[in-house]
């Protein structure tokens, strides 16, 4: 099958490799979509310990499956499907206390298996969902980067008396913005320095931000109940506990440096509650998919779509000057 296969750092290549194959648990889905994710990018430059060359990336996609390992009940060839990547053991304590994202045995399609940026991916059955009717491909692919802000909203426990501040507006900083406005809150502000994406920003009905002066301005008098580091760097971390009130709570959930140097004393003397906000749980990965069904989030306008060939290209684009674009899709 032909897949698109990373080589090294800023390394990408079309190959011909090996079907996957299929244990008796798991089916083959064919990917008819398959998004770029931040954390890829990240990959590509040879920054993540995760994903080590020579390897398959690609863990948000949707498709139809082409065939099913023999134990598998729940699906046949032909459903249209998506999955939540992350797979767990299923036995551990994390993982029966609602925790599979805490895993010690976790793996991601992706990263530690192959990944969907190819004509096939194979996957455990109780990983995979069925596509609502009348859900497109490219709403499905969708539903694992706002799983990711699902998770974020509920640890932060979002109501509609909060302010929010979110630090980022790439895909999860833009899903983070429409989870918030599902939960009901109205002062949603958004910084970014690229002009374009805070256009997206308006458009869903968030307040933009690009300089210190302007999040000065829209900041409420003591600073955001709630605020979000969608990024994962020194200033936007540092930008979080900053613009945080006094009690409020900070959600670090980007993961772009390893290590940064943060004002602890302000976190003391504030009384911050400070969370880590890493992937989704089953219950997250599932609320997403039910919410995009319903209409209650759309990134869709702001979608571009490429061919898997274009794919260095595309994460060139997107390290460099994605444009007005909130998610670009490999179609396969």
């Given amino acids: 099958m032909k897949a698109l296969v990373y080589e090294g750092p800023k390394i990408m290549n079309i190959r011909q490799v090996p079907l996957p194959s299929l244990k008796e648990d798991e089916v083959l889905i064919q990917v008819e979509r398959a998004g770029i994710c931040g954390s890829e990018l990240s990959g590509y430059l040879g920054h993540n310990s995760l994903r080590k060359p020579p390897l ?59 990944g969907a940026f190819a004509t096939y991916v194979a996957v455990p059955e109780r990983n995979v969902y069925r ?16 799983a990711c802000a699902v998770h974020a909203g ?26 918030a406005k599902v939960y009901g809150l109205d002062r949603i502000v958004v910084s970014d320095l690229n002009s374009e994406r805070l256009d997206i920003v308006r458009e869903l009905g968030g307040i933009a931000v690009q300089s210190e002066q302007e999040l000065k301005k829209e900041s409420p008098g003591r600073g955001f109940t709630v605020t979000v580091d969608a990024v994962g760097i020194d200033v936007t971390r540092q930008q979080c506990i900053q613009v945080a009130r006094p009690g409020g709570k900070v959600i670090f959930s980007g993961l772009h440096a390893s290590d940064s140097s943060v004002p602890v004393n302000t976190a003391i003397r504030n009384e911050l509650v400070m969370i880590g906000s890493f992937g989704y749980n089953p219950i997250d990965f599932e609320w997403a998919l039910k919410w995009i069904a319903e209409g209650k989030v759309n990134l869709k306008p702001w979608i571009m779509h490429a061919s898997l060939e274009q794919g260095q290209e595309c994460f060139e684009r997107l390290l460099s000057n994605p444009g007005k674009v909130a998610k670009i899709l490999l179609t396969i």
Avoid: K, W, Y
């Fill in 56 to 114: 398959i990336m690609g863990h948000e996609f949707s498709g139809s499956i082409a065939a099913v390992g023999e134990r598998v009940s729940r699906f046949q060839p032909g459903d249209r499907v998506t999955a939540n990547p992350l797979v767990s053991c299923g036995v551990c304590e994390d993982c029966h206390t609602g925790h599979a994202n805490l895993c010690s045995s976790r793996s991601l399609i992706g990263a530690g298996r192959p």
């Fill in 131 to 146: 596509m609502p009717s009348g859900m497109e491909m490219d709403e499905a692919v969708l539903a694992e980067p706002f």
């Fill in 154 to 179: 509920r640890l932060a426990g979002l109501s509609p008396s909060d302010t929010l501040f979110i630090a980022g507006a790439g895909p999860i900083g833009l899903f983070m913005l429409q989870t």
